[in-house]
């Protein structure tokens, strides 16, 4: 009560309004094949039966968890509903564009807010502070400034700062809307990212300074388990890639951007053998324990995570092998040859192993992600035996522009390859 009290009235959601879904204003639909066979079956049933029973109106609005029972007109139009977004027109297909338009500008919104609330807090507390200090010279000083420096050295100013992101969160699960709940909760994540540069500074100086990656460490491994925790009760994929991306950053994954080019690799040797097993063993737990819930039937909610750790699994453990099994990789000499056919022996297996796995346990990201590193890694290879041949350094040239021509011809021509890679 006390965190969900220090929210801002601006971040509140009326009562009214958190009770209507986008999905309650607009014509009845499917979400799924399984729910368009049941409400055929109902529709069926309904429009077949003499006398007609109203309770198949009630019980295919509950399939569509929709509070009211449908109506005949409704029931009757869903085809025409579904013929509708097929081809991409109509009133749904508008509706729903146009708010995801709206959660693409409320997601920027929300980074703007994380990104400027404490610079803004800075730039107007320095004209705010001299004009209360020419108006009440006399208050400010002696009462003001000293109170706003004891609850800043008492933590009274952090707790609150910490109030108002749990208070966000709990105002999201009071939420009947999923948009809305995820949404203002993303938001009550992005607040707490100023807080903890808040927490940051008032703390940091009390940590070693002999780790430089340290504070690097500590905030993605904050922000991995922050927004694994929200990710969960609202089913986001988008938390859950963001959960799993900082963990990975958090164990020595490095990303950065300079100038005209960007930078994916690792900090050091040891961490990206590191990154690599880590993987590699999330990678074999997902796959375990999806076959394991399918089978079992255990309700494990593996949703938000099971794109980002196929897709982001993937990209790490073949970006480690790649290098590692690489001529050009450590020192020369009758070690690293065999290091080096052993390391290409475990690349080859890994590809075609994930690449059976992603097909058959129906992870296509993880299965299109070990295709690509198949061709990565065959090129590579085709390049290490040219080199070490001797040949012509031009045919490298012409054999490599037509693989990447063929592979841009065979794009285009399969854009649903790509689109599954980044189908989360």
């Known amino acids: 009560r006390v965190a969900a ?11 009214p309004a958190a009770r209507r879904s986008i999905r309650s204003v607009l014509p009845p639909v499917p979400e799924s094949l399984s729910q368009a066979f049941e409400l055929g079956a109902f529709s069926n049933a309904y429009f077949e039966g003499r006398p007609r ?3 198949v109106l009630a019980r295919a609005a509950e399939l ?5 029972p449908l109506s005949e007109e409704e029931l009757g139009g869903v085809l025409a509903q ?15 564009g146009f708010f995801t338009f709206v959660n693409t500008m409320w997601l920027f919104a929300i980074i703007g807010i994380a990104v400027s609330i404490g610079p803004s807090i800075i730039a107007l507390a320095r004209p705010l502070g001299r004009w209360i200090e020419r108006v009440a010279r006399w208050i400010f000083r002696p009462v003001v400034q000293p109170l706003v420096r004891r609850m800043h050295d008492f933590g009274i100013l952090e707790i609150g700062a910490w109030l108002v992101c749990g208070g966000v969160l709990l105002e999201a699960h009071q939420h009947r809307v999923e948009d809305f709940a995820l949404y ?16 940051t500074f008032r703390h940091a100086a009390k940590l070693n300074g002999g780790d430089s990656q340290a504070l690097r460490r500590m905030v ?10 929200i990710a969960m009760p609202h089913d986001s994929v988008l938390l859950g890639h963001v959960a799993v991306g900082a963990f990975f950053v958090a164990i020595g994954l490095h990303v950065g951007a300079y100038g005209l080019c960007y930078v994916v690799g690792f900090s050091d040797d040891d961490a990206m053998e590191r990154c690599a097993v880590t993987s590699f063993l999330l990678l074999a737990s997902m796959c375990c324990l999806r076959f394991v819930n399918t089978a079992c039937g255990f309700g494990l909610h ?30 020369e000499g009758a070690r690293r040859r065999r290091t080096y056919l052993i390391a290409n022996a475990l690349m080859l297996t890994l590809l075609l192993g994930f690449m059976a796995l992603g097909m058959v346990g129906g992870l296509p990201g993880m299965a299109n992600t070990s295709v690509v590193f198949f061709v990565l890694w065959a090129l590579e290879k085709y390049a290490d035996f040219h080199m070490t041949a001797g040949l012509n350094g031009w045919v490298l040239v012409l054999v490599s522009s ?3 021509w063929r592979s841009a011809l065979a794009l285009h021509s399969n854009p649903q390859f790509i689109a599954s890679l980044f189908d989360f």
């Open 302 to 331: 593996l949703v938000p995570f099971r794109a980002a750790v196929s897709v982001l699994g993937c990209v790490v453990l073949f970006l480690a092998m790649l290098i590692m099994s690489s001529r050009l990789y450590r020192e």
């Open 82 to 96: 579904l013929k509708e977004i097929k081809d991409h027109v109509g009133l749904v297909t508008r509706v729903r």
């Open 402 to 404: 037509l693989v990447a």
């Open 53 to 55: 029973d109203p309770s």
């Open 5 to 15: 009290g220090a929210v801002p009235k601006c971040l509140r959601l009326p009562a």
């Open 184 to 199: 203002v909760a993303t938001t009550g994540l992005a607040l707490a990212c100023p807080a903890l540069a808040y927490s």
């Open 64 to 68: 569509l968890s929709r509070a009211d």
């Open 220 to 229: 993605a491994a904050w922000l991995s388990i922050t927004s694994a925790l």
